[in-house]
């Protein structure tokens, strides 16, 4: 089963996101950045979008991995603690549909379904490797996730331009002003044995905005 799960993962590049699924609380993380100011205006930014509870985001992703690069495009749709995570390949060549909730997640290829309690162990179950599971829903939003310590850094504007967590060094390349909230477009997520690029092209149904 792993074998055949992993020639679909790497065909449509899905490695990453089932990550995207955890809920949380909004705190902050334990930090410290460089710069007061800059780490004020992050702050400020990060407990606008700690608030952001629902959101559909299109776009594409690339996995490179035991020197293979590979390529999809990207629906992700989170609803509070809900998630629909669609990744199809290029020309077709396969898809990975992974939906759940708290305590429930099912994952459908072009080969098979499998059904299990939690992200987590879907992926040690039916993966090889392992991802920031629980960090990505945070970093998706441009914000650290409030589970364990990170590093910053900032651009002169303030915007987050990097941070290191749960060892991972996450780089973001290109923001994107979306209903009066500031969100990445561009982001690069590095790992020991992993690296995942994502293009955020296009953030819709997004609650609450600010007031």
Not at 146 to 170: C, H, I, N, R, Y
Request: aromatic share 10%; net charge neutral; with cysteine.
């Amino acid at each position: 089963m792993k074998s055949k799960l992993w020639q679909v993962i790497l065909r449509i590049t899905c490695a990453c996101t089932a990550s995207i699924l955890i809920a949380a609380c909004s705190s902050m993380p334990q930090g410290t950045p460089a710069g007061t100011n800059r780490f004020s205006h992050y702050n400020d930014h990060a407990m606008a979008l700690g608030k952001l509870e629902r959101w559909h985001v299109e776009g594409k992703i690339a996995v490179y991995m035991d020197n293979k690069n590979n390529s999809g495009n990207l629906t992700w749709q989170q609803k509070n603690n809900t998630f629909d995570l669609l990744i199809t390949g290029p020309l077709g060549q396969g898809y990975l549909h992974i939906e759940g909730r708290p305590g429930w997640v099912m994952a459908t290829t072009t080969e098979q379904q499998i059904q299990t309690t939690s992200i987590d162990d879907l992926f040690a179950d039916h993966f090889e490797w392992t991802l920031p599971l629980q960090e990505l829903r945070y970093w998706v939003r441009g914000i650290a996730s409030p589970t364990s310590d990170a590093k910053f850094s900032f651009a002169d504007s303030g915007e987050l331009v990097s941070l290191e967590q749960a060892g991972w060094q996450v780089n973001y390349r290109r923001y994107t002003q979306i209903s009066g909230l500031t969100l990445p477009q561009k982001i690069t997520i590095k790992g020991n044995d992993i690296e995942l690029k994502l293009i955020l092209k296009n953030w819709t149904n997004l609650y609450p905005l600010p007031g």
